[in-house]
């Protein structure tokens, strides 16, 4: 640069790469078996590449329909009522989005103003804060505490007040791995009877929940269907992270405010990826299937580090187990991850990054979305972590 730059007034002074990118590149660097980003190593399914293929090849290349292709959203419409028993008009409450990023990212732009509080439990993904912060709103942050990370209500109602826009909640959980029950939706409910909060559910592991247990998403309730904006991912469902397709779910009203922004923002999500979105989501078995494809690997995962130093905590659903070293190091979360990385060849998350002021817990985040070679691989380098 022959010329000084300008100095950016930043919006974000906090904020560093995300640790996604960071340890991504760094295990990169080290040819680390990565067990770090919850996004499959495997193949997605050949009759999805297929579908994409030919919607391509047919001639399906330009822009699709702001909201979305109406077959898919139809499709997800369907889904909801199927599973959840929630009606959503697919022309005025079902959203296409570039992701289940771009979903997150336009319902707190469109509903949370400068000024206003919006709750978050902690850990939490590491975008939420960040959201939030660009809104010029406050984040209030509540902490989730170890082994079962349950929300404290109580704390919820005491933080409640009038600046309350927006609470967002998350289940499966990233990066814990723990699942909301029905009785937390009772609270929940409870608490927002007759105020104007907005719930804006992250569950883009829907389709991945344990044990038996059913995934209790905010359709499932009326009263609480009634101010949810509900969040889901393509990408976590049919293991294609990177074609950056998901969708959300709201009454027309909030819709209505989250369109406004998505049409500025990326106005459509690719048109081919769509056509074959919709004609996979007719094959139910492929999502319904997800949760014992994904329990089999939590569990060859967990078998295997048997023999590890980690003492892990239960995971419910999702992509990801938590694994505690603080009973045998003292080095910090970000450390123990890079010394696993350069030293020992396997790459994991910190979970003191899922903290916005960094708490550190001495626990890592392990992503068990991936082949079962690199499972087993990854935990035998684990398992070899207590050797002199
Ligand atoms: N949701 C995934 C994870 O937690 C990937 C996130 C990302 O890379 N932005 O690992």
Not at 149 to 172: C, G, H, K, S, Y
Not at 180 to 192: G, H, V
Not at 265 to 293: C, K, N, V, W
Not at 366 to 374: E, Q
Request: glycine letters at 6%; proline letters at 6%; one cysteine or more.
């Amino acid at each position: 640069m022959l010329h000084t730059p300008v100095a950016p007034r930043s919006r974000l002074p906090n904020v560093g790469t995300t640790i996604f990118t960071v340890i991504g590149q760094l295990a990169a660097q080290h040819r680390a078996i990565n067990l770090s980003q919850g996004a499959p190593n495997f193949p997605c399914s050949e009759a999805l590449l297929r579908y994409a293929h030919e919607a391509m090849q047919a001639g399906h290349n330009q822009y699709a329909p702001m909201t979305g292709l109406p077959a898919l959203r139809e499709a997800i419409a369907a889904k909801a009522q199927a599973l959840y028993g929630c009606r959503y008009d697919a022309d005025e409450e079902v959203t296409v989005m570039a992701s289940a990023s771009e979903a997150l990212f336009c319902a707190v732009n469109a509903l949370v103003h400068a000024g206003d509080e919006v709750i978050v439990f902690e850990p939490a993904f590491d975008s939420y804060v960040p959201m939030i912060e660009l809104q010029g709103a406050t984040p209030v942050i509540i902490r989730l505490a170890a082994p079962d990370f349950a929300i404290p209500w109580d704390e919820v109602a005491a933080r409640i007040n009038p600046r309350t826009r927006m609470i967002v909640l998350n289940t499966p959980h990233n990066p814990t791995g723990t699942t909301l029950s029905a009785a937390d939706a009772a609270r929940l409910q409870a608490l927002t009877t007759g105020t104007d909060i907005v719930v804006l559910s992250d569950e883009v592991y829907e389709h991945v929940v344990f044990d038996g247990e059913a995934h209790q998403s905010m359709s499932r309730f009326p009263a609480l269907a009634a101010r949810s904006v509900v969040v889901a991912s393509f990408g976590k469902t049919y293991h294609v992270t990177g074609w950056r397709v998901g969708y959300c779910l709201a009454p027309q009203a909030l819709m209505d405010e989250i369109r406004k922004v998505h049409q500025f923002a990326m106005f459509a999500a690719d048109t081919p990826m769509q056509y074959a979105l919709a004609r996979i989501m007719a094959e139910p078995e492929h999502y319904l299937g997800l949760s014992a494809f994904y329990q089999r690997k939590r569990d060859l995962l967990t078998r295997s580090l048997a023999d590890s130093p980690l003492r892990l905590l239960p995971s419910r659903g999702s992509f990801f187990l938590l694994a505690g070293f603080g009973h045998f190091s003292e080095e910090s979360d970000s450390d123990f991850v890079q010394r696993l990385i350069t030293r020992h060849g396997v790459a994991t998350i910190p979970v003191s990054a899922f903290y916005s002021d960094g708490t550190d817990h001495r626990v890592i985040r392990l992503s068990f979305a991936k082949d079962d070679d690199t499972l087993l691989a990854g935990a035998e380098r684990l398992c070899r972590l207590g050797d002199a």
